[in-house]
């Protein structure tokens, strides 16, 4: 796997979470009417279960997917109560049948290029049932420029330490080098290294592709009026029409 393999997982759960946190009332404010229906939450890219605690909390039944072996393993340790969890890698791997669909830490931004980004997109719609609600952040083309320039990052715990250096190779991506130590049973350091790139949509192209498919989607800086995300990042979201239109 190219992304968060054991050692980033760990540092990931211990390090960060702050983003589902921030995200949560939001997204459950969305949801309540798939809660009151006992729907099911399909959510892309779990993680290590920051935004996933909270949608076990308020009630849901979720199942959650990641293309990660490692960052699975943590979760299913960190958030009991979940009623599935699944490992599903985008655009390929069929998406179940789902009464939402959410993800945070701009996860379809993982795919390779943009014509994968379309096709995760057009699976995303298909997978939700009539009525049903969708909220994901991405990243737009502005990310790039409103972090240029931005300086190497570095975080150290008792047992691990990360530097997270930043890199736009072009218009289209952005990227972060990210190397871990991490300190093993015997207290040597082990070393890992990942490059993590992203590719940079046009929002509004991702909601004219969402209606084709029968998906009533917005651009909003939160997934509520209390929220700003980073500048670049953007959240998505919308309703499946219900009934469906034909044609």
């Known amino acids: 796997?190219?992304?968060?393999?054991?050692?980033?997982?760990?540092?990931?759960?211990?390090?960060?979470?702050?983003?589902?946190?921030?995200?949560?009332?939001?997204?459950?404010?969305?949801?309540?009417?798939?809660?009151?229906?006992?729907?099911?939450?399909?959510?892309?890219?779990?993680?290590?279960?920051?935004?996933?605690?909270?949608?076990?909390?308020?009630?849901?039944?979720?199942?959650?997917?990641?293309?990660?072996?490692?960052?699975?393993?943590?979760a299913r340790e960190a958030v009991p109560g979940v009623e599935a969890f699944r490992r599903?890698?985008?655009?390929?791997?069929?998406?179940?049948?789902?009464?939402?669909?959410?993800?945070?830490?701009?996860?379809?931004?993982?795919?390779?290029?943009?014509?994968?980004v379309e096709r995760a997109f057009r699976a995303v719609a298909a997978a939700l049932r009539p009525g049903g609600v969708l909220a994901v952040d991405l990243l737009h083309r502005t990310y790039r420029s409103a972090r240029a320039g931005k300086a190497p990052v570095a975080m150290v715990r008792e047992e691990w330490a990360v530097l997270i250096a930043f890199d736009s190779p072009d218009p289209e991506t952005y990227a972060r080098d990210i190397t871990t130590f991490v300190r093993s049973a015997s207290g040597a350091w082990q070393r890992d290294d990942e490059r993590h790139v992203n590719v940079l949509v046009h929002a509004p192209d991702v909601v004219r592709l969402l209606a084709d498919e029968g998906v009533e989607a917005k651009i909003a800086r939160g997934f509520d009026d209390g929220q700003r995300l980073e500048e670049g990042l953007v959240a998505i979201t919308g309703v499946r029409r219900w009934p469906l239109r034909s044609g």
């Open 1 to 74: 796997m190219p992304y968060y393999r054991p050692a980033l997982a760990r540092v990931h759960h211990e390090g960060s979470g702050g983003h589902g946190d921030a995200c949560a009332p939001g997204i459950l404010a969305k949801l309540r009417p798939v809660g009151e229906r006992g729907g099911v939450v399909l959510e892309l890219g779990c993680g290590s279960g920051a935004l996933t605690r909270h949608l076990v909390a308020a009630g849901h039944r979720v199942v959650a997917t990641d293309a990660s072996p490692a960052m699975l393993a943590v």
């Open 88 to 116: 599903l890698v985008l655009p390929d791997d069929q998406l179940p049948p789902a009464d939402a669909v959410v993800s945070v830490g701009h996860v379809l931004s993982y795919l390779p290029n943009a014509l994968a």
